[in-house]
Structure formats: structure tokens, C-alpha cells
């Protein structure tokens, strides 16, 4: 690939901008911490950036891992799930701490090398688009990639083409830029959170008129095998691409659901939880409120048995 600067990343950025990578991981202890400090050297003599880490509620210790790497990295945001939700949800999630004016969408195993980045942005910049992808078919890749997956990205983009009429040939590399603006209303309406997660999302994004190019990237596949195309994941991913075929060409259903202004000043909110007692089923719903980002929330819990309530407040 030729050279690219970061001046265009630079000017997109702006002044007291920044980029938001949202990086999902699932069960990547073993590598996750250096990956995290692989991309704050690639892009810290560049540009301002955060990294925002989300562990999908691994199995193993990735979740420890990446608080350990936000402890030595002020850059790094940890988001830890409490269970796997799926590579959408982890994203949605991640999205809620972004607090960038652009933000890209990188698969945390770093497969997909960083180094593309710059150009990412120059063709965003040059080409007035509000989003670029990462296409494995782009004639400038360089990637290592098994036979068996180069099929079933053809067929894919020839059954997403005749569907949905998206004009891109690649939805499914985890690599995507973003306008913040653009990311969040599609985020806004999308049901999707495992298997069609990324046609949805561009699908929707299209939809309204934001504009998408495609840049090229570097793919090392490395030791994988089938992993994402195993019978049952390919049958889930033709049945959530037949339902938004149906909500976008039948439906119009996204296009439909109404963006409105939320009140001036804001009203306060209070969530009531009657509940029995101390359990994991509590703990779970204190983060998800934790988690909001609502400025005049209060929680008040109600249970039916005394207990220390200082556990709480670090729940």
C-alpha cells in the first residue's frame, strides 16, 4: 500500500477532536493487553485518541487483563460486560463511553492490522464520505485468507447486493470508520446484535444517505479454521439478512421510527426496584443503570429484607 500522512486524519479530527476505537474482545487474554499497547504507540504521535476496550463477558481473564492495561493507560477505557451478549451488543456498549467525533470499529485480536488507519481517513476526507469499511475485495489488500472464506464472502455480497442493494462488496471485516452522527443513528435502530450486526448497521446507515466508501486493509486470518462459519452460525446469518430485507424493502420500518428531541431541561427520573433481597439478578440491573448515561437519574431499592447497602455502591 502507498504511504499515506495523517494530516487528513488530523484535519477531520479537528481541533479538541478526537477517535474513539472501540475494540470487542471475547475470550483474548492472552493477547489483549498487548494489543491495546500496540495501538496507543501507533497512534500517539499522531492523533488523540481513546481506547475503548470491551470485554464481551469471556470465560477467561480478558476482562482482568484489560482493567490492568486501563490502569497503566489513561487512553484506555474498560468496559466490562457481565455476559456475552454478542459482538453487537459489545459494540453498542462500547459505543454508550465513546466520547469521540469519529469513532472505528476494530476487532481487538488485531488481525486486522492498524496500519491502514491514515488511509482510512484520507479516503473518507477526499471522497466527502461519512463512513469507510474495510473491504478484503478492495484490488489494494493485502490479505491471507483461506478459500472457504473468499467463497463465502462472494456469495455473501451477491446475496446482500440482490437483498438489501448495498453498494459495497465487504460488510463483514471489523474494520469500519465513522462520523459519531452517522454511527449513533443507526446504532438508534438496529435490532441485530449477533450474526448480521454489520449489514444492518451499514444497511441503515445507507438508508438515510450517509455516504460509504471502502478502503483497503491488511488481513493476517493467522491459525483460524471455520470459526464464524459453522452450520449454525450460517443459517442465523441467512435468517437475521432475510429479516432486514423484510424491515428495509417491505417494511421501510427503519426508515419510519421518528427522531425526537428530548425535553428541555431534562426531567428527572426515578427507577424504583422492589425486590426481595441481595441476589445476582439485582446486581445485574445496577449495572445496567449504572451503565446510562441519563443526567438526572436516582435509583432507590427497596427489598424486602435488610441488608448492607454499602455493597451497593460498588456494585
Not at 473491504?135 to 455480497?157: E, F, G, N, T
Not at 469500519?176 to 443507526?186: D, R, S, V
Not at 462459519?229 to 426508515?255: G, H, K, N, Q
Request: contains cysteine; proline residues 7%.
Amino acid at each position: 500500500m502507498t504511504d499515506v500522512t495523517w494530516d487528513a486524519a488530523r484535519e477531520c479530527l479537528g481541533e479538541g477532536g478526537r477517535l474513539s476505537i472501540v475494540l470487542p474482545a471475547y475470550n483474548l487474554a492472552a493477547v489483549i493487553a498487548e494489543n491495546v499497547r500496540r495501538l496507543h504507540a501507533f497512534l500517539s504521535p499522531h492523533i488523540s485518541f481513546e481506547l475503548v476496550a470491551v470485554d464481551d463477558g469471556s470465560a477467561d481473564s480478558t476482562a482482568a487483563e484489560i482493567a490492568r492495561v486501563a490502569a497503566e493507560l489513561p487512553c484506555v477505557v474498560p468496559v466490562l460486560l457481565p455476559a456475552n451478549g454478542g459482538k453487537g451488543e459489545a459494540l453498542r456498549q462500547g459505543l454508550r463511553h465513546a466520547t469521540g467525533n469519529y469513532v472505528l470499529l476494530l476487532d481487538a485480536d488485531l488481525d486486522l492490522l492498524p496500519d491502514p488507519i491514515p488511509r482510512f481517513f484520507d479516503i473518507l476526507h477526499h471522497e466527502k464520505a461519512d463512513i469507510v469499511i474495510g473491504s478484503k475485495m478492495h484490488p489494494a489488500s493485502c490479505v491471507s485468507y483461506p478459500w472457504h472464506r473468499r467463497l463465502a464472502s462472494r456469495v455473501y455480497y451477491t446475496l446482500v447486493k440482490l437483498l438489501v442493494r448495498l453498494p459495497v462488496h465487504d460488510t463483514q471485516t471489523g474494520m469500519k470508520l465513522f462520523k459519531t452522527e452517522a454511527l449513533t443513528y443507526a446504532f438508534d435502530r438496529m435490532l441485530c446484535k449477533r450474526f448480521a450486526f454489520d449489514l444492518e448497521l451499514l444497511a441503515v446507515a445507507h438508508q438515510k444517505g450517509y455516504a460509504i466508501a471502502e478502503a483497503p486493509i491488511q488481513l493476517n486470518f493467522g491459525s483460524k479454521t471455520f470459526g464464524c462459519l459453522s452450520p449454525r452460525a450460517v443459517r442465523e446469518t441467512m435468517l437475521d439478512t432475510l429479516a432486514i430485507f423484510y424491515r428495509i424493502r417491505v417494511l421501510d420500518y427503519y426508515a419510519s421510527l421518528r427522531t425526537l428531541a428530548p425535553p428541555d431541561p431534562l426531567p428527572s427520573v426515578s427507577v424504583v426496584i422492589a425486590c426481595p433481597g441481595p441476589s445476582g439478578y439485582l446486581d445485574e440491573c445496577l449495572r445496567g443503570l449504572a451503565a446510562q448515561r441519563y443526567p438526572r437519574l436516582e435509583v432507590v431499592v427497596l427489598p424486602n429484607q435488610p441488608f448492607d447497602l454499602s455493597r451497593l455502591k460498588s456494585t
